[in-house]
């Protein structure tokens, strides 16, 4: 038997990203590792530079992902207003250094989210300064505010997180009590499963991929490749 730390990721919107290039900013239909530690880290307090802490997290933490509802998919249309690109510009620090200029460029991108998307996430420590406990404590009352990719997806209902003793990660999922204003749309399709490297997962896999989410650097955001497996819900080979 193992322990997990699982809760609940519902929202109207949500926005997992993936790779960005241009103006396409895409999404993916579940939670990525970056946004799940970056969940993590906001209820713990840590700050994003802190990167010591970020590492720690990010080399404890193992997850997997019961996808019940993928949601629909919502593209938005954003014009936003930038400064010229020269060699004698000096470097913007922030976006108030870029509005000040005098000569002002638009550029168009494209954004992509979520609508009433579900997903039962758990979570294994392995090592690391904290606990299932003192995560679960966080996740209750968080210390930054938490959102789901952006700003603007905040969680619509609490992420009831709990404790559960399982004999593997898809025990532990399927485990976890549905929160009754989520009933309707994990009834609407066939659950798909989702997880990274990790032991006794109770799952054969369909498939695997590579995801560029895995965190090298908060404060300058790079990601490095790992591999993700997933199972679509065939015949069930837990048992």
């Avoid at 713990?44 to 720690?56: V, Y």
């Avoid at 210390?143 to 009831?160: D, Q, T, W």
């Avoid at 549905?178 to 369909?206: F, S």
Wanted: overall charge neutral; some cysteine.
């Amino acid at each position: 038997m193992s322990d997990y730390l699982v809760f609940q990721l519902y929202a109207p919107l949500v926005s997992w990203g993936t790779q960005a290039v241009g103006q396409e900013r895409p999404g993916e239909d579940h939670p990525s590792r970056s946004a799940l530690l970056g969940l993590l880290a906001a209820a713990l307090g840590i700050d994003r530079q802190d990167e010591a802490n970020h590492a720690a997290l990010s080399e404890a933490c193992r997850f997997g992902i019961k996808q019940l509802a993928p949601g629909l998919t919502l593209r938005d249309f954003h014009t936003t207003q930038v400064p010229p690109a020269t060699k004698k510009t000096n470097h913007r620090h922030t976006r108030r250094d870029e509005l000040r200029e005098d000569k002002l460029g638009t550029i168009l991108s494209f954004r992509s989210y979520r609508q009433d998307a579900l997903s039962i996430v758990a979570l294994q420590v392995t090592g690391g300064p904290w606990s299932l406990k003192d995560l679960q404590q966080a996740l209750q009352q968080p210390r930054y505010h938490l959102y789901f990719g952006r700003k603007s997806c905040a969680p619509a209902l609490p992420l009831h997180p709990q404790l559960i003793e399982a004999k593997h990660l898809k025990a532990a999922l399927d485990a976890y009590p549905v929160d009754e204003q989520t009933l309707d749309l994990a009834a609407r399709g066939k659950p798909r499963y989702h997880w990274e490297e990790m032991e006794n997962t109770g799952l054969t896999h369909d498939y695997h991929a590579p995801r560029y989410d895995q965190p090298l650097s908060r404060k300058r955001w790079q990601f490095g490749s790992r591999r993700e497996y997933t199972w679509l819900g065939g015949s069930d080979v837990s048992e």
